[in-house]
């Protein structure tokens, strides 16, 4: 008898127990789901304000034009400031460090760098160092690395393909974007370039590049 009540105890305890989680996580589920409806609800209007139309479903942050135009604008930016820094003397190589830090995605996950002056087998610079020898130079395992940013360029400015924004794709929180670059030298030639970004947006709300293709216009031969 002692036994039959001590389990119908337990039972009750259990059932007890058992209930205030269902409870707890009924709780949980209504707050994370009214969280996610409005979040959703805001990166729709993002959506519909863009006019845009192949964002993966349940995306919960959306990269917007500006965003996109203005990362762009920040690499020419910073191609030019790395020659500049090395003209003035100044610590290149770390102000070039931090540029891929803060504009690719070395540091937080993988990047496909295809580079314009790049060829055999260091056509791709898929880490950290790898990237820093093109733009700077200077690094033995890569002989052939001059130093892309040091020519230097006094000038860089980009444009997408198409009218307007029709060279950027975007999918929420990844863009993609086609087009070219022109770099100028001091002499004051101007060099363009085709160019594919691939942005990936961080937690931080930052855009950073995780695929970066560029090479030079196809001209066929006469």
Not at 130 to 154: C, E, H, I, Q, R
């Amino acid at each position: 008898m002692m036994f039959k009540k001590k389990f119908i105890i337990g039972t009750l305890v259990c059932s007890g127990m058992l209930a205030a989680c269902d409870q707890v996580t009924q709780k949980v589920t209504e707050e994370t789901g009214a969280l996610i409806t409005q979040t959703s609800d805001d990166v729709k209007k993002v959506i519909d304000d863009l006019g845009l139309q192949y964002v993966e479903e349940g995306a919960q942050s959306v990269i917007t034009y500006d965003e996109v135009n203005a990362a762009q604008q920040a690499w020419c930016d910073a191609l030019v400031k790395i020659g500049k820094i090395k003209e003035e003397g100044g610590d290149y190589k770390a102000f070039a460090s931090e540029v891929l830090s803060e504009a690719y995605n070395y540091d937080s996950g993988k990047v496909f760098f295809k580079p314009t002056l790049a060829f055999g087998d260091q056509t791709f610079r898929n880490d950290k160092n790898a990237a820093l020898a093109y733009f700077v130079g200077g690094d033995p395992d890569f002989p052939n690395d001059k130093g892309f940013a040091l020519t230097p360029w006094v000038k860089a400015r980009y444009d997408n393909a198409g009218q307007k924004n029709e060279g950027i794709q975007i999918y929420g929180s990844i863009a993609i974007t086609m087009g070219n670059v022109w770099v100028t030298g001091k002499d004051g030639k101007e060099v363009m370039v085709d160019k594919t970004w691939v942005f990936k947006k961080g937690k931080d709300g930052k855009l950073r590049i995780i695929v970066h293709k560029s090479a030079l216009p196809f001209s066929p031969s006469n």
